[in-house]
């Protein structure tokens, strides 16, 4: 260990209480076939086989500490069974990908926005698939597709129709396109749309079937105004309303309808922002830009600078975050279990940060605009790494 403890942080229940193990249920559910990843202790299999309809919601950004407290009351509340955990990193290139392949980030290799691709040479952001600071990718396109998305989905798992309803701007981005093979695509304009267009695909339904619904308007809120703004409560009130609906909508349609997160927030100020150009001594170690989250960075030494590397963060940085081999994150399984990946190890660095309370840190390429969130989320803390389990028959 170099100048960190690992007992202090919060880790995934990837054993029976995370979000890879509810989506394991799902599928087995729905005559997936043996997994080497076990079923959601609190929602096994067996609970889900009698319902016609399986109705998956993931509203982005929606941590259970904030459902627990702001949410008193709620409809959501209501229908709580308790918490899960995401995946490490907490955040949407990783944990989305868990649920739409069943596997851990260990396993399917998506280790957060930034991601460095040794295949390539270079850093890439995962979801929107282009390259970091620039907008040229078409001549890799297709290499890297077969690169980053070499994974087999859930609904390529199941035996049951099934359909997935995304924003229209993205649900046919290569992304999708690659995560979600072998589903139905759905894209909506907006909130009521997308209940609009859940509900219709739930009436026309003639067999047992799964409808995977996303939502990132409170994630997208969070960002902006922060988790615990005003606007990020009006929003989550609207939600409410809308699921309220939902369920009054469906009742008699032997439906089980589900809810839960792909990650929670935090918010920090600029006062808790580390920024690596304030700390030459630092970037000068470094070979690479900073890859994963600002809340969890990996960082990719010059082999002849890994003592300056290390004595730099355990002596200027021990305040902020905690630092370690990316070996000693593999083994212990913040990463997950299951099979590795074989790109893992050049996918998280030579070392990792992982930031301490509200800090975050982050570079700033020649190409790329300055930006700042109020909310953030990547790291372990509780806010950011439970997540709701909301279930409801109708």
Same mark, same amino acid.
């Given at each position: ?169 993205? *649900? %046919? @981005? ?16 907006? !909130?009521? /749309? #997308? ?31 922060? *988790? %615990? @703004?005003a606007e990020a409560f009006a929003h989550f009130e609207l939600l409410d309303s809308h699921f309220?609906?939902? !369920?009054? /909508? #469906? ?144």
């Amino acid at each position: 260990m170099h100048g960190s403890d690992m007992t202090t942080l919060n880790k995934p229940d990837y054993s029976g209480g995370s979000i890879v193990n509810l989506m394991c249920s799902v599928a087995d559910a729905l005559g997936a076939g043996p997994s080497d990843i076990s079923c959601a202790r609190l929602l096994p299999a067996d609970q889900l086989t009698s319902s016609k309809n399986i109705i998956f919601f993931v509203v982005d950004g929606l941590g259970y500490n904030y459902l627990t407290s702001q949410g008193k009351g709620s409809v959501f509340a209501q229908h709580l069974q308790g918490s899960l955990t995401s995946v490490f990193p907490t955040t949407t290139a990783s944990a989305i990908t868990s649920y739409f392949t069943c596997q851990t980030p260990l396993q399917h290799g998506l280790m957060g926005w930034y991601m460095y691709l040794k295949e390539i040479n270079d850093v890439i952001t995962v979801l929107p698939f282009k390259p970091r600071g620039s907008s040229v990718w078409k001549r890799l396109e297709n290499e890297c597709i077969d690169i980053l998305y070499n994974f087999q989905s859930i609904f390529e798992k199941i035996n049951v129709p099934s359909y997935v309803v995304t924003q229209k701007n993205i *649900v %046919n @981005s290569v992304y999708s396109l690659e995560a979600t093979r072998n589903a139905m695509r759905v894209g909506y304009q907006n !909130l009521d /749309d #997308l209940f609009v267009q859940a509900k219709k695909i739930v009436s026309a339904a003639q067999e047992k079937s799964l409808i995977y619904c996303y939502w990132p308007g409170f994630d997208a809120i969070s960002h902006d105004y922060g *988790v %615990n @703004s005003a606007e990020a409560f009006a929003h989550f009130e609207l939600l409410d309303s809308h699921f309220n609906k939902l !369920l009054n /909508d #469906l009742r008699g349609t032997d439906s089980v309808v589900i809810v839960t997160a792909d990650h929670g927030f935090i918010d920090i100020d600029p006062s808790k922002v580390i920024h690596l150009e304030k700390h030459p001594v630092l970037k000068d170690t470094l070979i690479r830009p900073l890859c994963g989250e600002p809340r969890v960075a990996y960082c990719y030494v010059d082999p002849l600078k890994t003592e300056q590397f290390e004595k730099y963060v355990n002596e200027a940085l021990v305040d902020y975050c905690s630092v370690f081999k990316n070996d000693e994150l593999i083994k212990d399984g913040y990463f997950g279990i299951g099979h590795p990946h074989p790109s893992i190890h050049s996918r998280i660095g030579d070392y990792v940060l992982i930031m301490k309370e509200n800090y975050v840190i982050k570079d700033t390429l020649v190409s790329e605009k300055p930006f700042s969130q109020i909310g953030v989320h990547g790291g372990l803390s509780a806010d950011e790494l439970y997540v709701p389990l909301i279930v409801s028959e109708v």
